[in-house]
């Protein structure tokens, strides 16, 4: 056996799949996508076994983006776990066969609790065809094990149809990547869409700042004090009129100048990087890595309320 040969043979069988499965979609898919999006309730996946797996996916993948939808095991369905379902919910059942028994089992329940059903089969004759308001039955294909019996190529169809569901409703919804954001929090990609350089910037009593008329010894102190490797010369009125960077005082040290004897002014970068308050942290770091620099400071309008540095944005997971 050629391994490679028959890790491919495996990919082009499935892939037949997908393709005989698309070019098979019709006025079904419309009606079931409407029966979502026009859905007042939840939507409800279930299914056994392998579409089981396939069933939690994809309530996860409908979840994800903007259509509220759980998965329901139809053996603990059968337990008590009926409960969650309602009227107003649209119970979409996957089972290649059509007559899984854990499947077949509940369906006069969900009949009488009133939810829709939406059967994804490959048998139009089976009983959860005949049950469904709206069937999806997939066209023949071969599964892509040996025997042609374990779920492989009908698992993947299953997937793939379900994901062009969630997909097509999030675009119908007018899901944007700020809703994405909110349902993603904990994950790189939430992170990048939701935190702003406010939430993540030193601050208050946490920023460095000093007057652009102070000795630089008090500035030294203050960038020592907070730690975060610039200060930040403010005017009389208010206003950014420049930074102090441990870079500069490094330089000022190497020249021999006597840093005592200078004021803050004479030393600062006038006309330094900086970020308007409420803009992504993402945008941040886009920014101090295009302009090789680790901190800057955080406006609103001339005046500064913070300073960011690229660690904290790093730190937090958030790559660019």
């Known amino acids: 056996m050629d391994k ?52 939690e996916k994809l309530a996860a993948t409908f979840a994800s983006l903007g259509t509220p939808a759980f998965y329901l095991h139809p053996g603990e369905a059968m337990h008590g776990d009926l409960g969650m379902v309602s009227e107003n919910d649209l119970v979409i059942a996957i089972s290649y066969s059509g007559e899984s028994d854990e499947i077949i089992r509940i369906l006069p329940n969900i009949k009488m609790i009133g939810a829709a059903l939406v059967g994804i089969t ?5 009983t959860l065809a005949r049950a469904a308001d709206v069937a999806q039955v997939l066209p023949e294909f071969d599964e892509a094990c040996y025997l042609g019996l374990a779920p492989t190529s009908s698992t ?104 005592y004897s200078l004021h803050v002014g004479d030393i600062m970068t006038r006309s330094p990087v900086t970020i308007p308050a409420g803009k992504l942290a993402v945008e941040a770091l886009r920014m101090m890595k295009e302009k090789n620099i680790s901190c800057m400071p955080v406006l609103d309008g001339n005046r500064p309320v913070g300073t960011i540095k690229i660690h904290d944005i790093v730190g937090v997971g958030i790559v660019g």
């Open 156 to 259: 993947t169809a299953e997937l793939c149809y379900g994901d062009a569901l969630a997909v097509v409703a999030s675009g119908l919804y007018g899901f944007k990547d700020a809703d994405f954001g909110r349902f993603h929090p904990a994950g790189s990609l939430g992170k990048k869409l939701v935190l702003k350089v406010d939430d993540l910037m030193a601050q208050g009593g946490e920023d460095a700042r000093i007057s652009a008329d102070a000795p630089l010894k008090d500035a030294i102190v203050e960038m020592s004090k907070k730690g975060l490797g610039v200060v930040s010369a403010i005017g009389e009125t208010g206003v950014l009129e420049g930074i102090i960077t441990d870079g500069d005082l490094r330089r000022q040290l190497e020249r021999g100048v006597d840093i």
């Open 122 to 126: 490959a048998n139009r004759n089976s």
């Open 4 to 55: 490679l040969t028959e890790g491919r043979r495996v990919f082009d069988i499935e892939i037949r799949a997908l393709e005989k499965t698309r070019d098979a979609l019709d006025d079904t898919f419309v009606k079931i996508l409407d029966l979502i999006t026009g859905c007042k309730g939840k939507v409800v996946l279930t299914g056994m076994g392998k579409p089981g797996h396939i069933a």
